[in-house]
């Protein structure tokens, strides 16, 4: 059997990060994160370009438009949505998680996804660089390895 699998090396990729200003006390460590893995996976940081939107719904057009400019080897789109902050969480939460997959499926990029979507701050705390990890570093290694999937494709 001939197996394809994407190694984490992130040397020579270009990425682009969408991040919300939206929570930006939790999304900043989202962005830390994502750039300290990006880096120590032999990334360099010139090869990062971070674009800031107000909020999560708003990460899908910019994710979209960046990744089919064709100047990124993918895109990591970082937010938090928590449900204790707005009425309109379900909204936000789903349509931005949409958003992102129909921008990796049109763009034929990698998307990733690194947008909290949590009960309560505390919970996002947690997934911020405390004690469940680091998201945003997740979607950064995520996007490493697609990357080199889709080389070997
Ligand atoms: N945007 C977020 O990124 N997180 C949230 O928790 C949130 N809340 O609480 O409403 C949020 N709302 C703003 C939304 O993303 C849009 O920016 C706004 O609706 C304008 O389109």
């Known amino acids: ?25 939790i999304v900043d460590r989202l962005i830390g994160g994502a750039e300290d893995c990006f880096v ?36 990591v789109c970082l937010g938090a949505v928590i449900r204790g902050a707005t009425p309109h969480f379900d909204m936000v939460a789903n349509e931005s998680a949409k958003g992102i997959a129909t921008a990796s499926l049109k763009s ?25 990890g680091n998201k945003g570093a997740d979607a950064m290694i995520s996007a490493i390895e697609m990357v080199n999937v889709m080389k070997g494709l």
Do not use: C, W
Not at 45 to 67: K, N, R, S
């Open 108 to 132: 034929g990029r990698p998307v990733t996804n690194g947008i909290l979507t949590t009960d309560s701050i505390e919970q996002a705390i947690e997934r911020a660089g405390t004690k469940a």
């Open 1 to 25: 059997m001939k197996k394809i699998e994407g190694n984490l090396t992130a040397q020579g990729q270009k990425m682009g990060i969408v991040a919300s200003r939206f929570n930006d006390f």
């Open 40 to 75: 120590r996976h032999g990334g360099n940081t010139d090869d990062l370009t971070l674009v800031y939107v107000p909020g999560a719904f708003e990460i899908p057009l910019v994710a979209q438009q960046m990744a089919e400019s064709g100047k990124y080897d993918a895109v």
